[in-house]
């Protein structure tokens, strides 16, 4: 049974830090690519950053470059979102995504999200 289990969110005040974690199981975590994707209340669910399969190539989203860092360890099965210098606009439930990309493109998993809210 696939799960992707996220925790780490919270209520932060500007300018604080939350880090997220995404606990993976129930598939061959080293074939995929995984991802944070966020969904602010209203708004279309956005990506907010992605690492490759053995790390050597992560993206972010304009909005959060040089603020949040990904990163994963595959020998624990997990990866995990740091988010610095947190603003009011990073509001929203965060997903935790996996992707297969070896040997191809294939199926898509989804967590159940966390909230993280950022508010004085």
């Known amino acids: 049974q696939v799960q992707l289990v996220e925790s780490g969110g919270g209520l932060v005040q500007p300018g604080g830090s939350l880090r997220l974690s995404c606990a993976a199981s129930g598939f061959t975590f080293i074939m995929y690519d995984m991802s944070w994707y966020r969904q602010a209340s209203g708004k279309e669910r956005e990506l907010v950053a992605s690492?490759?399969?053995?790390?050597?190539?992560?993206t972010y989203s304009d909005s959060v470059k040089g603020r949040f860092t990904i990163s994963r360890d595959n020998g624990a099965n997990t990866v995990s979102l740091q988010m610095n210098s947190l603003k009011p606009e990073d509001t929203g439930v965060y997903y935790c995504?996996?992707?297969?990309?070896?040997?191809?493109?294939?199926?898509?998993?989804w967590g159940q999200g966390t909230q993280v809210t950022v508010s004085s």
């Open positions: 690492i490759s399969r053995f790390g050597f190539t992560t």
């Open positions: 995504n996996a992707r297969r990309t070896f040997p191809r493109l294939g199926e898509n998993y």
